[in-house]
């Protein structure tokens, strides 16, 4: 978690992101920019939270969320309320990629804070 969230220009070149309405486009970059968020793209966050930040109605977001779901940029568990955004870390693997040992650190400090089907699915994503 962090105080600064970079959000990088391509986003804007990404053809299923240039053809969301405006509402879905400020859910997914709250979504890679929110306070809870972290470099992994593994956190817990409800639809009640997501709305009060964006100002776009709960029915809308839980909507959104499995359109999102559906296009395959996300996973969300509705049950426990927890959110992976399936490119977070590819926004921000410079990070890691300067120090791998700093990165596996943060990795194993992300899975304990939340432990989640999720993990599995992150790690088959990028073992390399």
Sequence with gaps: MGLYRPVYTKIWNDQAFEDYNVEKKLLF???????????????PLSPMKMACYTGIAEEKIISYLEELENEDRIRYDFSRKIIFIKKA?????????????????????????????????????YKN
């Design 29 to 43: 970059l709250f979504l890679l920019t929110s306070e809870t968020a972290d470099k992994s793209g593994i956190y």
């Design 89 to 125: 870390f590819e926004y921000n693997k410079n990070t890691f990629a300067r120090d791998p040992k700093i990165a596996g650190k943060a990795l194993f400090a992300y899975y304990s804070k939340n432990p989640c089907k999720y993990w599995d699915e992150f790690f088959e994503t």
